[in-house]
């Protein structure tokens, strides 16, 4: 596949991938804040910190290294020894849910059941669900890496609103079930997902669709675990790629949930503020979540068909290393101002956000400058997921497992300064430890970027500095927008709230218009694909 048939399936890819799930995720978020008016900020707590991470520990330490090595390089493999290698997840992950289970079940602070009933259910349904979860993964791979644009998606989308239909059903009709409600909601997001990609693939293989494409699996027997005479099981080169990721994957949770983990093993938070806490995380990584992550994954391919893992910029296809070096240039910068844009205006609509969203239980209290933090935090994330992203994909075993050893002094120096700004300054200093956490992992990656280009003549690191005109119009609107927020904000009723809200679509549309006139290149980018 000629490298810009990849890029233009890739932008595809992510840009239906945003579109879809922000769909889907609009009523989400509709219902889970009618929701919130129904459950206490303990369960909430218990729900979305405590179980939520026994979930994604166990689905990250058991697939996200093989997701990273499978794929890696060309959809052109044997593809049977891929899925024997991608099937070793599940017990793995059977591994993981044991071991991790009984940490849950015996090792932690159990909550009063008078506030959280039937907390034991709820561990072994949402380790259940990640097992279950993996049994989907040769299938999300075999996608992934033959980008079927809309199969992730739609997966994905319908299995978060059939959850969220069934929370609020049985929130309305028997709030007593306590964790019940989430265990079931919980097991039928992983059942529809995986059943979405078998029910595609059953469909899709042996159909003259796949036969014009040449598709490499030809019976949805081949998707099961083969032994192949007088061959290995798996591809050894791959697997050893994989345990590399694997060493690094641990390290990764540790800093992608880290705050989650110092408030699960120290108790630094008590569940109600746990609650809190993650209720403003949600809301303040939607972005996150629409838009930089289907970027990050969707280009992660992109750059891993485009460019040769381990070999250096001389040694590369010069054609794609300049589409490569553009794509990227592009990207930092389509990132860049939109975490801007969020950390401005973010600043001064926090407080009615979260008002809006959640009433005085969310709008009092540490709310506000919590989702004011992670206003600045979402510009660190967007920057990171594109700078890793690229650096993943062109890293060698020996570069991957060098950058292992920076992971585990940087786990090491997150959790300590977690630990302590989270006693100096509540639950903010999660907040503050991400960004000093995230600040550094961009350091590594832009650092990896500029010695990997020094030797040509693209500079892609240049997408990081937006122009003068429209850093300006950022900090006026920045200024104007905290000035209208002291004064019509937000205990002055809904006529003074409708004023500050006019105000920012004006210093909003200013920036709009300014972007559209400073930063040409890029819109016509976005325009193309």
């Not at 994905?156 to 009709?173: D, G, H, P």
């Not at 930092?332 to 979260?354: D, H, N, P, R």
Request: aromatic share 14%; glycine share 6%; with cysteine.
């Amino acid at each position: 596949m000629a490298a810009q048939d990849v890029l233009g399936q890739t932008a595809r890819l992510a840009s239906s991938s945003a579109l879809l799930q922000v769909l889907f995720r609009v009523v989400t978020f509709g219902l889970n804040a009618f929701t919130l008016r129904y459950l206490s900020r303990e369960l909430i707590g218990v729900v979305n910190v405590r179980l939520t991470l026994l979930y994604s520990t166990v689905v990250f330490l058991a697939r996200e290294a093989f997701r990273r090595a499978c794929l890696s390089g060309s959809a052109k493999r044997n593809w049977t020894k891929t899925i024997n290698l991608l099937w070793l997840t599940v017990p793995l992950g059977v591994f993981w849910c044991i071991i991790l289970g009984l940490v849950w079940l015996h090792l932690l602070e159990v909550p009063d059941p008078s506030v959280v009933p039937h907390y034991q259910a709820g561990v072994v349904a949402f380790g259940l669900s990640a097992i279950i979860e993996l049994l989907g993964e040769p299938f999300w791979v075999l996608a992934q890496a033959h980008l079927f644009v809309r199969l992730k998606v739609i997966a994905e989308s319908l299995s978060v609103l059939s959850r969220c239909i069934l929370t609020v059903t049985l929130v309305i009709l028997y709030p007593q079930w306590g964790l019940y409600i989430f265990s079931l909601a919980q097991l039928l997001y992983v059942s529809v997902l995986v059943m979405c990609y078998v029910i595609y693939f059953v469909m899709f293989l042996g159909s003259p669709e796949a036969t014009k494409k040449s598709f490499p699996v030809a019976r949805v027997k081949a998707l099961l675990p083969n032994f192949v005479e007088d061959e290995t099981f798996v591809n050894w080169k791959e697997a050893r790629l994989t345990w590399s990721f694997f060493k690094q994957s641990f390290l990764k949770q540790i800093l992608t949930e880290g705050e989650r983990y110092v408030m699960t093993f120290l108790n630094v938070l008590n569940f109600g503020d746990q609650g809190v806490y993650d209720i403003v995380n949600n809301l303040g990584s939607l972005v996150a979540r629409f838009i930089f992550l289907p970027i990050e994954e969707s280009f992660y391919v992109f750059f891993a068909k485009v460019l040769e893992r381990g070999k250096t910029v001389k040694d590369q296809k010069q054609d794609d290393v300049a589409m490569a070096a553009n794509v990227l240039e592009l990207l930092l910068k389509l990132v860049l101002l939109i975490g801007l844009t969020i950390t401005v205006f973010g600043y001064a609509y926090s407080q009615l956000a979260l008002d809006i969203y959640g009433g005085s239980m969310l709008s009092s209290g540490t709310g506000p400058d919590l989702l004011r933090c992670y206003s600045l935090y979402v510009l660190f994330l967007a920057v990171n997921g594109v700078t890793e992203c690229f650096t993943f994909a062109l890293m060698c075993k020996e570069e991957v497992d060098r950058y292992n050893f920076v992971m585990l002094a940087l786990s090491f120096i997150f959790l300590c300064i977690s630990y302590f700004l989270t006693h100096w300054y509540g639950s903010v200093g999660f907040i503050l430890a991400n960004c000093f956490n995230m600040g550094i992992r961009i350091a590594h990656s832009t650092h990896y970027i500029y010695d990997y280009f020094k030797e040509s003549t693209h500079r892609p690191l240049t997408g990081l500095l937006p122009s003068p005109a429209l850093l300006l119009v950022y900090i006026i609107s920045a200024v104007i927008t905290a000035f209208s927020e002291v004064l019509f904000c937000c205990d002055k009723g809904w006529m003074a709230r409708l004023i500050h809200i006019s105000t920012g679509a004006l210093c909003f549309a200013a920036t709009l218009v300014t972007m559209f006139c400073t930063e040409t290149k890029l819109i016509h980018f976005v325009r193309n694909q």
